[in-house]
């Protein structure tokens, strides 16, 4: 296979089935968690003041007390990756265009040069946060392959779409379709794992900031 | 430095000081030190002076002769082809006055003789025991086979011979493979283009003579002299591309400006061909000089790489499965659901209700 | 259809062309270097200028180092090609056209006289025997 085949293969059939099974997944997934219901619930409903659920959702982004000052790479390495990935897939103009060739849809992006920083920094929390999961023994304790895992393919996309920017390592169609094919592995992973998160995490904070209103739990 | 082909070229009007001069651009091209251009002059000059001249047989199999056409009729057509008079070319359909039995026979006189080069363009079908393509009732994979045993080397003309080309694109009726699909003990070399640049064709046909092996090749069986970087690393426009400037429409301001093809479909980052340095028609223009992007006519399954005008970096159709995938998850969805719901309620009725007889045990 | 109608910029070769790479100046160190040769024991020897990397602006600093010298030869042989002698006696620039004028090759040379030039024995024997037909035709003409 050569570079043309194999840059043929990831955009072309190797989309085509990471596209499908991420599909398929998220549907599942959702229709299945969705679908889980709720127990009957037979106590009087402890109504507290403001909207709990949506309190929740943006309460949990905060650290509790103290906590930052226990575990600050968990924090600001946490809150570091996550925004800079955001920013990287959301807001890279090439980004932009491919969803705009496939949706309709765009909206403006960030100078290069300032995605290229974000995308360095964000590289470097995620190996500072790895290297937080491996020293902290507690942390390593709790790891299983699936964390380790996770790390990996968010990881990689990253670092191969830098390096196809960058023009580094690889000719930067090679390096491109690598890129292109860790997103596929990103994508067939996502709703089989933890990073499904992506999907469920403000709806399940909802959820709980709300049955904890309901229970008479003040946001 | 004398013999027969000065004197044939000097019927046809090419001087020997022409011919001197083409044999140093020759080596230029191939990245020879100069001393080798006077060294294929003085070779290609000595073959036709030898009592036996290299004897060529040329092979066409399932091909349109574009190949033929690129090197009989290139720009100074008498000296991209001046290789035929150096050599005793045996067999070659589209050329030979010969027809018919006389043909075969000079085929068959050229093999038993051994040691020839073996020119083959075209692809090789072997679907339906290669009926698809046969000459004098034969197919071109039992030919193949048997000029490929007495072959000193193999030169795999053309995308065709070289990957299975256009017949070996998507859903290839014919099942097309390429040369070294089917000959696996000889050397081969692959000069892939559809057609390929006349000069890269003469240039190994001339290292050849002058020094009985082939030139250095990649991994792709290809002469590294003229593939060994891509369109796009030599191309002009490359400096639009570094700058991001791109032609979006073949007729908006960016295509006047002759800006980068790469949104338009040029696959010139992951083509390897000397189109962007030799350039065609006696170096007149190459096709992205006339505002086309290049198709990758010199890579294996060019035909079937996601579209010519689609840009390398976008996807080729990703929503194709969409719709059956989200259905297909939608159902599994809902069958797990229920399956899940029956779960519980299978719980439930399973649950026996604790009493206060049973506390009482 | 004249080539400038069409809208489409040619660009000039590279547009970064105008900067030096900084490869030329040891050009000359090894042009002396041939040069010595030659003196030492009559060895010619040629540079292939498109196998270096060099940016036009290195030809034509390299153009202007080695100066012009007082011979020029244009040789018309498919395309015109020009072999001329640089200030330095015995180094030639020899550049090779195609009919369209556009440089197929280029090379410096360091000889008496580039080997293109010099008049092969077989074409000369071709020379005389034209002559000698001419002057057996000028002197049947006198016959009569």
Known sequence: MNELQFLTWVRGTGLNVAVGVFLLGVFWRLIEIYGLGRKKDLSAPRHVAGASGWHTIFRRSIPAQGMLKKSPVGYIGGFAFHIGLAIVVLLFAPHIKLIQSLTGLSWPGLPSQFIDLVAVVTLAAMVVVLADRINKPVKRFLSTFEDWFTWAVTFLPLLTGWLSVRHLLFPYSTMLALHILSVEILLIVLPFTKLFHAFTVFGSRWYNGAVNGHKGVAV | ?????????????ITRRTFMKYC???????????????AMAEAMAAAGVATKRPSVIWLPFQECTGCTESITRSHSPTLESLIFDVVSLDYQETLMAAAGHQAEEALHNAMKAGGYLLIVDGSIPLGLDGAYSCIAGRSNLELLKEAASGAAAIVAMGSCAAFGGLPHAKPNPTGAVSVSDVVKDKPIVNIPGCPPIPVVITGVLAHFLTFGSLPELDKHGRPKAFYGETIHDRCYRRPFYDQ?????????????????????????PVTYNACATVKWNGGTSWPVESGHGCLGCSEPDFWDAGGFYKALSTPANPLKMASAAVAAGAVAGVAVSFANRGKKRAAASAHETTTLADLEK | MPLDAIPILAVPQGLHSDERSGNAPALLREIAEMLRRFLANGETSAIDLHALPLTPADLEWLREQLGGGEIAITLNAEGESSLNETACPGVWWVTHRNPNGAVDSEFIEVADVPDLVKAHHEDVVIGLDHLELLISDLSKQRAF
């Open chain 2, 244 to 268: 991001g400037k791109f032609a979006k429409t073949f007729d908006d301001e960016g295509a006047r400006n002759g800006w980068c093809l790469f949104e338009l479909g040029c696959k010139g």
């Open chain 2, 24 to 38: 140093a651009t020759l080596a230029s091209l191939m990245a020879l030190p100069p001393s080798a251009g006077r």
């Open chain 2, 1 to 13: 430095m004398q013999g027969p082909l000065i004197e044939i070229l000097a019927r046809q009007g």
